[in-house]
């Protein structure tokens, strides 16, 4: 089998946006965008926490944090009258990327479960800090008003216009982390993650390497806040909370971790199932719990590994 | 041959940790191009040195020199550049990626920048596919390049370990036990590899099979309890007392 392009997976993704865009229209749903929308912002954090967990071997449980922090550099710039997305978003990814500098040196020197530890005790950490901002809400949270403005053909408080910038933002977002998997950055990153030992012994000083990992997944993670602080036109504290946290790591293992691919269909998977069965019964979490067991099971690569299902089961009969 | 500049020069090194001593007081040098095998019982602390030459484990007391210079307060990643590099005890390459990849990890570590680079794909960079292939071909598994390092055997992983240690035409090299684990034939084949590799590289090689020892070494030094007992070449250690006391567990059989 020959190897797709790299750009092969950003055009997939594309084109099932577009036409997604197009079915729900015709179908007069046009209220899906906005879940649509949510969907790929969340994607494209789980797919820069995979940056993470998947290729680096660090498992971070405070990833949120930096949805946080994007989703609050543009609520306080708009509330502070700096409404331009042009600034706004760009601010959101350095200063995501920034708090990931500060606080990299500190939980990138333990590794494993301390790593788990360190990350979520600086998430908590940013979650209370904002709870206590009262000038920017508190625990209330804070309005995003106005949207991010950008020309003026483009009115992102509609919600079908929202939906194309999201879509083209995270497509070019996702092609670029696609072409930092197979560079010689992504293989350093490999290759910490299998045998750190044996990348110092080659002459890596993995620190960096691992440090700017962290950066750049931060970054992309602040881009996505930037864009969720314009769906929900809401940030609050929440968008950094441990649950959040989890639930990026949820879409990161149950789609298949260290592919890319497999966080974003795991984020619409969850996402989806979340929408659906949370309208037919409160109790889902339950029903979302066995399913992730038999995932686990089953599914030891992720959901993107489905059709082996059924290739085992064909090679049965 | 002591009017050379050592290699490596090791002076009055101690580790321990905490009650055990895996090292005490050790000092030996590696001359040029000179195989130096170190060899002793199992525990003699031959891994624990190796560590503390790699930068990887810190000594308590000592001193290490490369090439004249003070690389003691250096870790890991600093010596490699510095071209001191080892192959592991226990066969240690990255298993889910590709044999070349593996090659290709060993050869940008040394190309610095580069490494940092996150757009172009690394397959479009021809020369380091070149220079990878050849420090694969160094040892024979070129052909084996585009298989993930976990689905060679043994003796193969071994030999994928050592053209990583090559790469870059290292200063020193330091082989923990290559032929562990080894079958004769494997055993037998990798004894040529370094044969061939003698010479251009002064090594320090750690090893139990006391034959490919023997054939291999210019010299030896023998480490019991994390002290060296005793050094020189091959026949003098054969002949040693000491040696065949602590080591070999009988005397020497002495003409009467
Ligand atoms: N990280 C460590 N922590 C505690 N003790 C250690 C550590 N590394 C080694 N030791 C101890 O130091 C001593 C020397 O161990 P070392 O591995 O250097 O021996 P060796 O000569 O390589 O043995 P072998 O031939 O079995 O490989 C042993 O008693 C070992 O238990
Ligand atoms: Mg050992």
Known sequence: MKALPDWAFTAAVAFCGFAFFAIAHATGNAIWTDVASRILVYGLAAVSLDILVGYAGMVSFGHAMFLLCGGYAVGILAREGLVSGFIQWPVAMIVSGLLAALIGPLVLRTGGVYFILLTLAFSQMLFFLFTGFSRYGGDEGLQVYPRSEFIRAVDLSNPDTLFIVVLLVVCVALYAMQRLAKSPFGLVLKGCRQNEKRMQALGYQTFRYKLLAFVIAAAVCGLAGAMLANVTGFVSPEYGSWQRSGELLVMVILGGMGTLRGPLIGAIFLLMLEHVLSEQTEHWPLLLGVLLVLVAIYLPNGLRTVSVLFRRQSNVS | ?256
């Open chain 2, 1 to 256: 041959m002591s009017l050379e500049k050592p290699v490596l020069s090791v002076q009055n090194v101690s580790k321990s940790f905490g009650g055990v001593q895996a090292n005490r007081d050790v000092s030996l040098d590696v001359l040029p191009g000179e195989v130096h095998a170190l060899i002793g019982p199992n525990g003699a602390g031959k891994t624990t040195l190796i560590s503390m030459l790699a930068g990887e484990v810190t000594p308590n007391d000592g001193a290490i020199y490369l090439d004249g210079h003070d690389v003691t307060g250096l870790n890991a990643p600093q010596r490699a550049k510095r071209g001191i590099r080892r192959s592991f005890q226990i066969t240690s390459v990255f298993a889910e990626l590709t044999v070349l990849e593996n090659a290709t990890l060993a050869c940008q570590a040394l190309s610095g920048r580069a490494t940092y680079r996150t757009w172009r794909p690394i397959a479009a960079d021809r020369q380091l596919r070149d220079s990878s292939l050849a420090a694969l071909d160094k040892v024979g598994i070129a052909a084996l390049a585009d298989r993930p390092a976990a689905a060679l055997s043994h003796g193969e992983k071994r030999h994928l370990e050592l053209a990583m240690a090559l790469v870059g035409e290292p200063r020193l090299l330091l082989l923990d036990e290559p032929f562990a684990g080894m079958g004769a034939d494997e055993t037998s084949e990798m004894v040529e590899r370094l044969r061939k590799i003698k010479g251009t590289t002064a090594m320090l090689l750690i090893e139990h099979d006391l034959d490919a020892v023997f054939s291999l070494a210019d010299r030896l030094t023998v480490l019991v309890l994390g002290t060296p007992v005793a050094t020189g070449d091959p026949d003098s250690i054969r002949s040693n007392a000491e040696v065949h006391a602590a080591y070999f567990g009988k005397k020497p059989v002495t003409p009467c």
